[in-house]
């Protein structure tokens, strides 16, 4: 283990299997932000999403992915171009890696994927604390990026400090929180619910985030949300919400985001007049 993944791991307090795993994953995924800043992946792409909330911002839950969206439309763009940087990364921390390229539609996917009871074991992890885990389990973490992006975006920089400063170029919070609202509003999970998504629209009302209107709408436009020739306004944007959150399964919500939190207690107020009478603090922009 070298010092500088020494001193990420010391960021936590674990005692269980599960909770060095997680923390391998996000050391896992801040090496990999290290990578793609070397290969001079934020030239053309931003980080947005769950994991970009948890890194960059300090959202209070864990998130498994690596979420990129491109500036412009690019539909030639290679994602693959990049494995070789991010391998090369995390071998230099001593994890040994394997990334495998999957691809759908507009958006490009591959994950990294590595032995989790060796890598656990070299971060200093004690034998007999994981002895729970399959000697195969394989550790992966998704990335991916929409090469088609609906217009609008503002791009921010923000940096980080370990395992080395480097700088990470991101959705500014108002945009990202517009990304958040469209996947409360359209993602579809047959009959489950992303809780994960609403736990964090609620984080992002909690921290008096505004909502840039114009870029929802142009985000709902795209993906066929909203066909209607009238502009978004926040009445509608409200109603919207109001509508689905009649919809959602509120113990199916929570049993989703538990995983991911460390205080089980702060979804317990969660029912769907907490819900409602959330959407009403929402600020526009």
């Not at 994991?51 to 439309?73: K, M, V």
């Not at 494995?83 to 958006?107: A, D, M, P, Q, Y």
Request: overall charge neutral; glycine content about 6%; proline content about 4%.
């Amino acid at each position: 283990m070298t010092a500088a993944i020494e001193q990420m791991l010391q960021r936590y307090a674990c005692h269980e299997p599960g909770e060095y795993e997680r923390a391998l994953k996000e050391i896992i995924q801040e090496i990999a932000l290290v990578g793609l800043w070397r290969a001079h992946f934020f030239e053309r792409a931003a980080f947005y999403g769950g994991t970009s909330l948890r890194i960059l911002h300090g959202l209070n839950r864990f998130s498994e992915d690596l979420d990129f969206t491109l500036f412009q439309t690019d539909l030639k763009f290679d994602l693959s171009h990049y494995h070789n940087s991010l391998r090369l990364e995390l071998e230099s921390f001593g994890f040994k890696t394997e990334i495998v390229k999957k691809e759908k539609s507009s958006v490009q996917s591959a994950f990294i994927k590595m032995n989790t009871v060796q890598e656990l074991l070299k971060i200093g992890v004690e034998e007999g604390k994981i002895r729970g885990v399959h000697p195969q389990t394989l550790l992966k973490i998704k990335f991916e990026i929409d090469t088609d992006p609906p217009p609008g975006a503002t791009i921010d920089v923000r940096y980080l400090y370990q395992p080395i400063p480097c700088s990470v170029k991101t959705l500014i919070l108002p945009d990202s929180f517009a990304g958040k609202i469209h996947a409360c509003l359209c993602r579809q999970w047959k009959n489950r619910v992303k809780g994960r998504d609403w736990f964090d629209f609620i984080w992002f009302v909690g921290k008096n985030t505004p909502l840039n209107l114009r870029y929802l709408e142009s985000r709902l436009r795209q993906s066929g949300g909203l066909t209607n020739e009238n502009l978004l306004t926040p009445n509608s944007t409200v109603e919207m919400l109001a509508n689905k959150i009649e919809q959602i399964d509120i113990e199916k919500a929570k049993q989703d985001v538990l995983p991911f939190i460390q205080d089980k207690e702060s979804v317990a107020v969660w029912s769907k007049e907490f819900f409602l009478s959330t959407i009403e603090r929402i600020q526009f922009l």
